[in-house]
């Protein structure tokens, strides 16, 4: 996967929000990430009523990208949400046996959010 100068700009909820199940909040992303693309360099996320980007980050034996430009988020709620480096369920260090336990996110740039810059969730201590 390759995810490179994309722009996502002024992305809001849809009309049902809140949700129709009467779930209190589901967080939406202008770019959400779930796999880890080989090269994911000079997106910009502006103006996002809740998350910028959703990502899961590379961990530190993985190959980052050589290009040297920033994916920046300005103007959302959240602009960088790092999910832990696997998806397998449950918590704490065992959830991400091996080398996942050292990630490695670079070069985000993120600015004027009015809750978070960047947010890491569900990383082992």
Not at 1 to 18: D, E, Q, S, V, Y
Not at 62 to 70: L, Q, R, T
Not at 76 to 91: A, N
């Amino acid at each position: 996967i390759r995810l490179a100068k994309n722009l996502a700009m002024g992305c809001t909820h849809a009309p049902t929000f809140p949700h129709p199940l009467g779930i209190a909040y589901e967080p939406v992303a202008a770019l959400q990430v779930q796999a880890k693309p080989a090269w994911f360099v000079g997106n910009v996320v502006a103006g996002a009523d809740d998350i910028g980007f959703l990502l899961r980050p590379k961990t530190c034996t993985e190959p980052v990208a050589e290009d040297e430009e920033a994916n920046i988020a300005f103007g959302c709620q959240v602009g960088f949400f790092i999910l832990r480096p696997c998806t397998t369920p449950g918590g704490g260090p065992a959830a991400c046996p091996g080398d996942m336990d050292c990630v490695s996110v670079e070069n985000l740039v993120s600015w004027k959010h009015s809750h978070i810059a960047i947010f890491f969730v569900d990383h082992p201590a």
